[in-house]
């Protein structure tokens, strides 16, 4: 034993007390980085409940706005908004309508809860009776008269009062169209978050639940991006910053790290990430069974989203998140 060598460099040094780790940590999350989800029905019949997403549900526009009250007391700066219109047809005109779901709710909760950031999800998949984030035409999603309607329906929500608008169609030039609509309307407050680089992946499965917005026929793979392609990722992100895009974002987060850290390490603009629908149920899941400890391996994955170069996340966790924070501090 005695002739062992001796570590010359001994790191657990650094990690004997929680205050020495705590003084050493490279990332931090807090809860002022987060983005809460929310799902808002028009129709007060529609059944609130997702089953697989426990502990989100779809809430009427009152249930909203006195929500965004709560996350805004918890520290959470910002929710996102998802339209369930009463109606769906093929053109989606529940998306761009001034008095439909998402505007109405931006006003609910703006006058609830006037410090919350709103931002709204720009699509119209979950308005179309098709299912797809675009026009059909022949079979077909139709590229630019697709762009047109998103916006359109970036208008509306930002004349309600919308702090960011956030197309997640993956149409190409819909971000240049996006902010010359706006701009032309008045709104050039009005910032936009981008979702450059949204690949086709199985982890929107519970969202599309909640929307009820699986595509009817084919799937959305000519628009949103393969997974597979790391560099196009970042050429979609670098067309998204030439059009105007204020903030990129990535998505999903979990299984796409590379792409986080790769579109950090690139561009110096402020970069979300979007922990989407599926990575929040596998977590559920596995939780409820006791197969995990929720709230230690929501801690770990947030963190590491940060590390791979995230400035802000959107996480169905987000309001649980604050709330063991708030619990910690007493
Ligand atoms: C709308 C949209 C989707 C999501 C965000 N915006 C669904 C999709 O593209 O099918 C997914 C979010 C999630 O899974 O949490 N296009």
Redo the contacts with the bound molecule.
């Keep these: 034993m005695a002739d062992l060598p001796r570590p010359r460099v001994r790191p657990r040094r650094l990690r004997r007390t929680a205050a020495i780790r705590a003084l050493v940590r490279e990332t931090s999350v807090d809860a002022d980085r987060l983005v809460q989800?929310l799902f808002v029905r028009e129709d007060s019949r529609t059944d609130p409940a997702i089953p697989s997403m426990p502990g989100i549900s779809r809430l009427t526009i009152d249930e909203a706005a006195s929500e965004a009250e709560e996350l805004a007391a918890l520290g959470i700066p910002a929710v996102i908004l998802?339209g369930l219109p009463a109606e769906k047809d093929p053109l989606g005109h529940g998306a761009y309508d001034d008095r439909g779901v998402v505007p109405e709710a931006v006003r609910a909760i703006k006058s609830a809860a006037p410090d919350l950031v709103v931002m709204s999800?720009v699509?119209?998949?979950?308005y179309t009776d098709h299912g797809h984030?675009g026009v059909v035409r022949d079979g077909r999603i139709d590229n630019d008269a697709s762009v047109e309607l998103l916006a359109k329906t970036a208008v509306s929500q930002a004349r309600a009062g919308a702090d960011l608008v956030?197309p997640?169609?993956?149409m190409d030039g819909q971000v240049a169209a996006i902010r010359a609509a706006l701009d032309r309307e008045g709104l050039g407050e009005t910032a936009i978050l981008a979702?450059a680089a949204?690949h086709a992946?199985a982890?929107?499965?519970?969202?599309?639940e909640a929307?009820d917005?699986v595509p009817r026929f084919s799937d959305?793979r000519t628009y949103?991006k393969d997974p597979a392609n790391l560099r196009e990722s970042l050429r979609e992100i670098a067309l998204d910053l030439e059009e105007g895009a204020d903030i990129v974002m990535v998505?999903?987060a979990l299984a796409y790290l590379d792409v986080i850290r790769a579109a950090r390490e690139r561009f110096d603009a402020p970069l979300a990430a979007?922990?989407?629908?599926?990575?929040?149920s596998l977590i559920k899941a596995a939780a409820e069974r006791g197969w995990v400890d929720e709230r230690s391996v929501v801690e770990e994955t947030i963190t590491a989203i940060r590390r791979a170069g995230a400035d802000l996340i959107?996480t169905?966790h987000a309001k649980d998140f604050a709330r063991w924070r708030r619990g910690e501090r007493g």
């Design positions: 989800p998802f999800d699509c119209l998949c979950q984030c956030a997640s169609a993956m979702y949204k992946s982890f929107y499965g519970p969202f599309r929307a917005s959305r949103q998505k999903p979007y922990s989407v629908s599926g990575e929040y959107l169905y």
